[in-house]
């Protein structure tokens, strides 16, 4: 069990990021029909105002998983107080203890009750069938934070969100954690490689963070190919802003790099557009509030 008291100056930092363009979406589409919705997936106890302790789930739960769960608890009540209001909240939390925790905020705010919409379970599933909504054809508008605790979200996922063509993503991705499941001579578990394809949604990551060594590896009187590690964390940022690109109608180009007090990147905040018409204004929004790097 992890326990931890004051926030990190660096998390309150981005949830001003994450708060700053809530208010500029909510005035950019405030006059036009849209239903506007806010969606966090991984949601928490909606709280960020004091020491939570909570028990590691994920393989890749790291002390990384801890301070990026601080991140996720402002976000859910900051939306909540954006003004003006969003038509729809909608909060996604797996597990139990924390979901009762966050169930207490239609009390907390019951102007906003029937507004808020609780969802007890995993977070890929949810996101997935939120996303087979007909998001254009219901004139339906939305702002998704992506916050895992870990390396849980799939390839498959985003690719759900980025196929409404109507949902705006900020997302946080696991770089420390990726960097560290990269072993420096390629050889990786299965466990481990399947979970970077699902994340990644290829293979071709391999090939983009590995060379083969010139020398070669006699193995049971084999020849047998080596690898070495030829990535840094700015590499691995460059490939998942790549993999959003693929997918979402426009991606920020300035994604930020979050440190901790030691100056060791952790994650990568990054923001990626749905809709196509949408997309120039919503990334020129998103680019200034990332600021320059």
């Not at 060594?213 to 190919?225: S, V």
């Not at 700015?234 to 180009?253: D, T």
């Not at 749905?274 to 120039?280: S, T």
Request: charged residues 25%.
């Amino acid at each position: 069990m992890h326990e931890f008291g004051n926030i990190d100056s660096w998390t309150r930092d981005k949830l001003e990021k994450v708060r700053r363009y809530l208010d500029a979406y909510l005035v950019a589409l405030k006059n036009t029909s849209f239903s506007l919705e806010y969606i966090d997936a991984f949601a928490g106890t909606g709280f960020v105002s004091r020491p939570i302790q909570f028990q590691a789930q994920s393989l890749f739960d790291t002390e990384d998983s801890v301070v990026v769960k601080d991140f996720i608890d402002g976000s859910a009540r900051l939306a909540i107080q954006t003004i003006p209001a969003f038509s729809r909240y909608t909060f996604i939390e797996k597990h139990s203890e924390r979901f009762q925790q966050l169930s207490k905020l239609r009390d907390e705010f019951p102007q906003l009750a029937e507004r808020i919409y609780l969802i007890n379970e995993d977070a890929n599933s949810a996101v997935q069938r939120l996303c087979r909504i007909d998001w254009l054809g219901t004139n339906r508008r939305a702002v998704m934070f992506l916050d895992p605790y870990g390396a849980q979200v799939s390839w498959e996922t985003i690719e759900a969100i980025a196929a409404t063509r109507a949902i705006d993503l900020w997302v946080l991705f696991p770089l420390s954690t990726v960097n560290r499941l990269l072993n420096r001579n390629g050889k990786i578990q299965n466990g481990r490689k399947k979970r970077l394809d699902l994340l990644f949604g290829q293979q071709d990551w391999f090939d983009k963070f590995y060379t083969e060594a010139q020398d070669r590896l006699l193995f049971d009187g084999k020849d047998e190919a080596r690898f070495e590690k030829r990535t840094s964390f700015n590499e691995i940022s460059e490939y998942f802003q790549e993999r959003l690109r693929s997918s979402f109608a426009e991606v920020a180009p300035n994604p930020l790099i979050l440190k901790n007090s030691h100056n060791s990147p952790l994650f990568l905040l990054s923001f990626a557009a749905g809709n196509p018409r949408g997309a120039p204004i919503a990334v020129k929004i998103a680019r200034h509030i990332l600021g320059n790097q």
